[in-house]
């Protein structure tokens, strides 16, 4: 059976956003990993018994990145699941959306990451080595800006 994981892919808009368009004031939010080749990735972990998948990406958020549910405002109409081998095992990861309320709200990581990043769209895509996270951001950009 394929590992099941959740996380939340997360923005912030920089009210400073001198162009006329909104989404050049969009920043993403990754990890790099304290462990393995120390990858760049959105919060996300495992899904544990009983939790439903929404509530794993909330909680593992809140417990990578410090950031609670009330800080953030999931963003209607976007789900994505990801699906790649991790040492030779079947993974799928589930990513919804979520938007800072406060693009000045503090990020407190755990163990498991030694740093963090709020990059604009084509610096996120260099730091997410992967083909399949790069196409994501893409698409939530994208998502993002036909929103407006």
């Not at 009210?15 to 990858?39: F, M, R, W």
């Not at 990581?109 to 769209?121: D, G, P, R, V």
């Given at each position: 059976?394929?590992?099941?994981?959740?996380?939340?892919?997360?923005?912030?808009?920089?009210?400073?956003?001198?162009?006329?368009?909104?989404?050049?004031?969009?920043?993403?939010l990754l990890l790099q990993t304290s462990?393995?080749?120390?990858?760049?990735?959105?919060?996300?972990?495992?899904?544990?018994?009983?939790?439903?998948?929404?509530?794993?990406?909330?909680?593992?958020?809140?417990?990578?990145?410090?950031?609670?549910?009330?800080?953030?405002?999931?963003?209607?109409?976007?789900?994505?699941?990801?699906?790649?081998?991790?040492?030779?095992?079947?993974?799928?990861?589930?990513?919804?959306?979520?938007?800072?309320?406060?693009?000045?709200?503090?990020?407190?990581?755990?163990?498991?990451?030694?740093?963090?990043?709020?990059?604009?769209?084509?610096?996120a895509c260099k730091f997410a080595e992967?083909?399949?996270?790069?196409?994501?951001?893409?698409?939530?950009?994208?998502?993002?800006?036909?929103?407006?």
């Amino acid at each position: 059976m394929a590992v099941r994981a959740c996380g939340l892919i997360i923005y912030r808009r920089l009210q400073s956003a001198p162009s006329s368009k909104v989404t050049d004031g969009i920043e993403y939010l990754l990890l790099q990993t304290s462990y393995g080749t120390h990858h760049w990735t959105p919060p996300k972990g495992h899904v544990d018994p009983g939790e439903d998948d929404l509530q794993t990406a909330f909680r593992e958020t809140q417990e990578e990145a410090g950031l609670q549910a009330s800080q953030l405002t999931l963003i209607e109409g976007y789900k994505k699941e990801l699906h790649y081998p991790v040492r030779g095992k079947p993974k799928t990861v589930i990513y919804w959306l979520a938007e800072m309320k406060d693009c000045n709200t503090e990020i407190k990581l755990s163990e498991e990451h030694q740093a963090f990043q709020w990059l604009k769209l084509e610096d996120a895509c260099k730091f997410a080595e992967y083909e399949d996270m790069q196409v994501m951001l893409k698409e939530v950009h994208q998502f993002l800006c036909s929103k407006e």
